[in-house]
């Protein structure tokens, strides 16, 4: 469609491809006012109000892009000034106000902030404000899709020359603005030219390969109605060096600002390959340079920063690429973003925005004293820097604008200061980028040293001085409980003195190692103290490991001898190390009398401690008593422990949780009571271990604590303290945990090279934290999180977590290189080292760490950290194997390892061998759940092993150990375990789904409850009961014999009822409603249902008329009618949250209207790919063979691929059947009853139209579907008040797989829990 | 005129044999800021108000000294 031009000058034609832009954003949001520009002119001198009415009007009228309207066909709109009237400029009087100037802000408030429909609405307007005699304030507010900001500033420019004519009688010095019609034949003509081929093909390569693009937020940028600004003007030296910066390296000066801009930008993300946004003005050689209109766009330009590079050399590559990226400027990169597929993605174009506006002085009017005021700039999606020159005098002011969505106040002022500081380091570095701090010297005072304010005098001692000291003062106080002994400290040390002896008698002195190999129990404990009370440090060996890996030990960390009860002698090799027994059995073990056992000092080892190595061999961490005194020190203070209080010990002593556990209780006088070796693993157990023992204090790793908490005997549990740490703490958990136990719970974070733990956060009940920091440093301890050239980083942005502190361990025991790899020069303290621990954090702006990850390939497994590296060592060594490789899968229960495996040429691999092998040499945690063979390990394209390429291995556990109590149950958890190939028993709550269950193996499920029960349930019965109880259940009450058929209640086993329950949930939560696609049935939303993390019902609603018989609706509108009947009888109190998947989602609308009407309450509608009626309206009638082809399409199945004479009710059926698909399983009358309900709901569609309804919708868009097509969004925008778009990279048809089920559930997931009412 | 060619050739630091009539600036390497400082400057020296919007528009030597002579002569 090219341009008119009429018989009267009337513009019309399609809108520019600017204005299109704009105009797709505004419909999905068309009442947020941000995309009005206001200015407010302010004029003093003596000007005469009627003629300064008349030069704005004459002004505006020569702006013929502002007198127009938008109208015609959604898919394609046109712009028209056809019997569009003229903007009348009124005068408003306000010199008799007592404020005006209060007075005339209230009123441009008000007109800037209305949002403008361009189909019906002035898309400008202008008011002149008579303040007095000689002073007038000129208003002028625009839509964006008619004016940008160098179109207003033609406009003032014009004005000004205007009022100079006609108050000097000269004519006006500037020609009349351009028209309009010139700028939309430019436009027709670029469209179609050669020009925009080239274009596309420069950004095609530019942005080639581009990975994900980040911003100073991780978050969603969106438009939004407001936004913060943080301003300051730019000093006139450090303006000056910028200029001087730019000229040296031959690029402009907005140029060196952005660049510089990127340089902080890539400080914030991480990543050296930034993209940038930068408007450009388009007006340059374009009809459009003298026409007041929207012509701007924001190009993306890309650039990869250096640190060892310049800062000037920076500014001059980055000057090449936004000179090219401006001689293809005109290119749209609303366009851009959706010819790169980013749209389809949900994927960022560009970060933030750099705006850079060289001041442009207004003509001058003598006698006239002009100021400009800019009002509203824009919309800002994310975050824009604006350079702004405000004329020789005024300097350039720095304006950080950010949507208050992402950032806040204190973020954005925070930003304006950061970068400003960053600017003038910028400017003044001759040598390398890497040297221009990324903080403020505040900052970096604040991060570096504020967050780590924690010198605190402890004594410089050892563990074993502490507990003769107790023994001093409590000696009968009881220090040990076991199974069946109890000890006091006098008997303790009594004990310990004697084992000392023994020691030293064989050669152990202080620096020495004692292996201390025993099952947990008082024996073991007085085994650690009495080793140390010998000067030397223990080496916990844990029996249950296999004998290999003891060995492994002993010969790595070759102590002086190792202590053994006389059961466990055989597992100490006899031929390396040798042997000293205790409890002495014979006179020859007992301790001689006549020995001086030598007393550690603080600086001497305390223990050794093994952690998984990563290649292939475990390393041996040497704690210092002083840094393990710290940390018990700071314990006691913290929770204020006495000798009150009884610990339990339960943590295996190779973990060196363990560490405090055990300690802990000397230092105060306490009790520590010590649980049998295998009771960790059963929570039972536990909680009567602490009701028994009267615990106060208890340790969990969060995986175990889940399961715990789950447990009967935890119910009304009260334990003062619980402490949580290796693994990381959950929100959720917490939340759980103070459902279930009366106790304070505190989350800890540490490595075994920093003495257990260095931060620390407390979790009460109160705390809404999510994710749960890991809190402060402890006592004498420092925390930095830096980026990759050691530099601290700012809040909120990940770095690597290094710790420095009197907590360090002295080092790794012989690996000295490992040792000196590891920890490092404390940069910010001469002398001192800090430790690289490899893991991944954030400060928050409270001080608190938050853990991020992991920065290399070691997982914790139920807590105890295992190195990837050291079982695919292990595994890659065995014959046969020619590679392998391991990987976590996070599980509900906590990681899970998989190993997979190569087999060298000519062999076959046995995976249930390697597996054996590998639980011979492995402790329990490191030994994979399954071994799977591959052909070969999927590489990168840089030929390393890709990780996130190996395939997710089959589901295979049991959860519920609990048990099953009828003849029932036990058949069915039987052919679960069967028919899913699972280990172990399932118990009564184990979900047919969630152990792996899907549509195929539903139906050879119901295939052995037919033949094992005599029983024909549909699969409905499975997908409504999908646990051993209740699908037992079902079983039992479709059970043989002809008068439970007859029974009409048992309809319901065909799971086809109007109202099928998805998912269970408290009776305190509104439920969600998901309402059936075309084929009347709702089981697709299980996936969601399920993803869906807070506890909530989830309830699908499906046709009535599946059942045949029953009548069907005979308008859209009666049947969401009589669906809202029947979810709202009795339940008027609550929101009602509604959720639809295509046609699903056009029902929701109108259910949404129809509860809207009854004076109930709307909470979140959700579409899920679904497009208003309207868009079905002129569709052709489905023929009589598209309910079947319906059905095929929504199992899945392409119906083209059956001939169309073989398309009967009977070959659909075979081929639903064939493949395993539940719909293939249903009974005939279902069956008629789905192709009913679908030729229905084809009519009930096409007849149907939608009202407005005063209700928010969220739409997820398939993205990878509807490609070249006009759907979208915003086709609900006149049906709705506010339509929330999502895109998601699926196809139709997958919008209820896991994948999408996944992203849905996370956004609507939010969406439930912050809204009003629940 | 030449005066003109010649502070054109001087901004883009180019021969002024390069700032031929009929060459298009832009291809020369012009951008806005340039273009805004040179209308400046031949504001001030014509004593015609000379800006960015009236030379943006076909950014080319002769078209550029029409719009000055037009106005001075």
């Known amino acids: ?1318 | 005129m030449e005066t003109m060619r010649a502070d054109i050739a001087a901004i883009l630091d180019q021969p002024t044999s390069l700032v031929e009539d009929g060459v298009n600036l832009l291809d020369l390497g012009l951008d806005s800021l340039r273009i805004m400082e040179l209308a400046d400057r031949w504001s001030q020296a014509s004593g015609v108000f000379v800006d960015f919007a009236m030379l943006a528009e076909e950014p080319e030597v002769t078209a550029w000294w029409g719009l000055i002579s037009d106005r001075t002569g």
């Open chain 1, 1 to 1318: 469609m090219g341009v008119d031009l009429g018989s009267n000058g009337v513009i019309e034609g399609r809108l520019t491809e600017a204005q299109e832009g704009l105009w797709l954003a505004r419909r999905l949001d068309p009442r947020n006012p941000s995309q009005n520009t206001g200015q407010i002119l302010r004029l003093r001198g003596p000007i005469d109000t009627e003629s300064l009415r008349g030069v704005v009007q004459q002004t505006i009228d020569e702006c013929d892009a502002f007198r127009v309207r938008i109208a015609g066909d959604p898919a394609a709109p046109t712009v028209t000034s056809r019997d569009v009237p003229h903007i009348r400029v009124a005068v408003d009087d306000v010199s008799g106000e007592r404020d005006p100037e209060r007075v005339i802000r209230s009123r441009v408030q008000s007109d800037v902030e209305r949002p403008r429909d361009p189909a019906s609405d002035p898309m400008a307007s202008s008011v002149v404000y008579r303040v007095a005699d000689d002073e007038h304030w000129w208003y002028f507010c625009g839509q964006h899709l008619v004016i940008d900001g160098y179109g207003t500033t033609l406009l003032n420019v014009r004005f000004m020359d205007l009022l100079r004519a006609v108050s000097t009688g000269e004519p006006p010095r500037t020609p009349e603005l351009g028209s309009f019609q010139a700028v939309l034949e430019e436009d027709a003509a670029y469209r179609v030219s050669a020009d925009r081929l080239a274009d596309r093909r420069f950004w095609g390569e530019e942005l080639a390969e581009l990975a994900d693009v980040a911003s100073l937020s991780g978050g969603e940028p969106l438009p939004s109605a407001f936004h913060h600004r943080a301003r300051r003007v730019i000093g006139a030296e450090l303006q000056g060096a910028l200029e001087a910066m730019g000229r040296d390296a031959g690029v402009t000066w907005p140029d060196a600002v952005a660049a510089a801009v990127a340089a902080f930008v890539a400080r914030h993300t991480g990543d050296g390959d930034i993209v940038l946004g930068l408007p450009v003005m388009n007006r340059l050689g374009s009809a459009s340079a003298r026409v007041p209109c929207t012509i701007m766009n924001v190009t993306p330009i890309r650039v990869r920063l250096d640190e060892a590079e310049t800062p000037g050399a920076i500014v001059a590559r980055f000057g090449d690429a936004s000179k090219r990226a401006r001689a293809h400027g005109r290119y749209r990169s609303e366009e851009l973003r959706r010819e790169l597929g980013f749209v389809g993605e949900g994927r960022r174009l560009f970060g933030p925005l750099v705006n850079v506006l060289p001041f442009r002085p207004l003509p001058a009017v003598e006698g006239v004293a002009a100021h400009l005021e800019v009002l509203g700039a824009g919309p800002v999606d994310d975050v824009t820097f604006t350079f702004r020159g405000g004329g020789v005098d005024a300097g350039i002011a720095l304006e950080v604008d950010s949507n208050p969505a992402l950032y806040s106040l204190a973020q954005t002022e925070t930003f304006r200061d950061r970068l400003l500081a960053f600017l003038e380091a910028f400017a003044a570095e001759d040598h390398e980028l890497a040297r221009v701090p990324t903080l403020t010297e505040t900052e970096k005072e604040r991060w570096v040293r504020g967050v780590n304010d924690t010198a605190h005098a402890v004594e410089e001692t050892t563990l074993v001085e502490r507990l003769e000291r107790t023994v001093r003062a409590r000696p009968d106080a009881v220090a040990l409980v076991g199974e069946e002994i109890e000890l006091t400290y006098a008997e303790v040390i009594e004990r310990t003195n004697a084992l000392a002896r023994r020691l030293r008698a064989a050669g152990v002195g202080r620096g020495a190692i004692v292996g201390v190999c025993y099952p947990r129990s008082v024996d073991q404990v007085l085994g650690f103290l009495g080793v140390m009370s010998a000067g030397a440090a223990y080496l916990p060996l844990d029996p249950e490991h296999p004998e290999g890996r003891i060995r492994q030990l002993i010969g790595d960390a070759e102590p002086r001898v190792v202590l053994a009860p006389s059961s466990l002698s055989r597992l100490v090799p006899a031929d390396s190390v040798d042997l000293v027994v205790w409890p002495p059995g014979s006179v020859d073990e007992s301790a001689p009398s006549d020995v001086e056992p030598e007393a550690p000092r603080p600086h001497d080892a305390a223990y050794v401690i093994y952690t998984s190595g990563s290649t292939g061999r475990p390393k041996g961490v040497v704690i210092e008593h002083r840094a393990i005194v710290n940390r018990l020190e700071w314990m006691r203070a913290a929770f204020a422990f006495g000798p009150d209080d009884r610990i339990l010990h339960k943590t295996p002593a190779t973990f060196d949780v363990s560490v405090w556990e055990l300690f802990l209780p000397m230092l105060c006088g306490a009790t520590l009571v010590v649980a049998p070796p295998t009771a960790h693993r059963d929570p039972a157990w536990i909680a009567r271990l602490i009701r028994e023992h009267g615990i106060t204090a208890v340790h969990f790793v969060p995986s175990m604590l889940g399961p715990f908490l789950d447990h009967p005997s935890a119910d009304g549990l009260e334990v003062r303290r619980v402490f949580c740490s290796g693994e990381a703490l959950t929100a959720p958990l917490r939340d759980r945990f103070h459902r279930r136990v009366r106790g304070e719970l505190h989350n800890l974070y540490g490595p075994t090279e920093a003495a257990v733990d260095v931060t620390h956060w407390a979790a009460p009940p109160h705390d809404t934290s999510d994710p749960i920091p890991i809190g402060r440093p402890v006592w004498n301890t420092r925390m930095y999180v830096l980026d990759d050239h050691q530099r601290p980083v700012p809040p909120g942005v990940v770095g690597d977590l290094f710790i420095a502190g009197r907590q360090l361990a002295r080092g790794y025991l012989g690996r000295d290189d490992l040792t000196s790899d590891r920890f490092i020069p404390d940069p910010f303290v001469a002398g001192e080292r800090m430790y690289r621990t490899g893991d991944l954090a954030a400060w928050r702006e409270d001080g608190a760490l938050e853990f991020a990850g992991r920065a290399d390939h070691q997982v914790k497994i139920r807590g105890q950290r295992i190195e990837l590296g050291e079982i695919e060592t292990v595994i890659a060594d065995l014959p046969g194997v020619a590679s392998a490789a391991v990987r976590a899968w996070a599980e509900p229960q906590g990681a899970a390892l998989v190993a997979y495996a190569t087999a060298t040429s000519g062999t076959v691999l046995d995976p249930d061998g390697i597996r054996a092998e590998v639980t011979a040499r492995l402790p329990d945690a490191m030994v994979p759940r399954v071994v799977l063979a591959l052909d070969d390990l999927p590489l990168t394209s840089s030929g390393k092993l890709d990780r996130n390429a190996l395939p997710r291995p089959p589901r295979a556990r049991a959860e519920d150990t609990g048990a099953l109590t009828t003849p029932t149950q036990r058949l069915v958890a039987e052919m679960f375990r069967q028919v899913l190939d699972i280990d172990g028993m399932p118990g009564p709550t184990d979900d047919f789904f969630a152990l792996g269950g899907h549509s195929l193996t539903a139906v050879e499920l119901l295939a052995e409850v037919r033949s094992r029960c005599g029983v024909d349930l549909g699969p409905g019965a499975l997908f409504s009961r999908p646990t051993v109880t209740r699908f037992a259940e079902a079983i039992d009450r479709g059970g043989p014999g002809p008068e439970a058929r007859s029974d009409p209640g048992l309809d319901e086993t065909y799971g086809l009822e109007p109202l099928l329950e998805l998912s269970s949930g408290p009776e305190d939560r509104a439920p969600l409603y998901c309402i059936h696609p075309a084929g009347g049935i709702s089981w697709c939303y299980g996936t969601l249902a399920r993803a869906l993390a807070s506890r909530r019902r989830v309830i699908g609603l499906q046709a009535t008329g599946l059942r045949t018989g029953r009548p069907l609706p005979g308008s859209l509108t009666e049947m969401a009618s009589s669906y809202v009947d029947a979810i709202s009888t009795g339940r008027r109190d609550r929101p009602f949250h509604l959720l639809g998947w295509s046609v699903g989602g056009i029902i929701a609308h109108a259910m949404a209207a129809r509860l809207l009407e009854i004076g109930c309450r709307v909470g979140q509608v959700v579409l899920l790919d679904a497009y208003p009626a309207d868009c079905w309206h002129d569709a052709p009638p489905p023929g009589p063979d598209a309910a079947l082809r319906a059905l095929l399409l929504i199992a899945g199945e392409d119906p083209e691929t059956i001939d169309p004479d073989d398309l009967t009710r009977e070959t659909v059926r075979a081929r639903l059947a064939e493949r395993g698909h539940v719909l293939g399983a249903l009974s005939d009358d279902a069956l008629d009853g789905v192709v009913r309900v679908v030729e229905s709901n084809n009519r009930l569609v096409r007849e149907h139209h939608h009202e407005p309804v005063e209700a928010d919708l969220i739409h997820f868009q398939a993205g990878l579907d509807h490609v070249g097509e006009r759907f979208d969004a915003g086709m609900w925008a006149p049906y709705a008040r506010r339509v929330e778009a999502h895109v998601i990279p699926f196809v139709h048809a997958r919008m209820t797989g896991g994948a999408a089920s996944e992203r849905v559930a996370t956004v609507l997931g939010q969406r439930l829990e912050s809204g009003r009412g629940r």
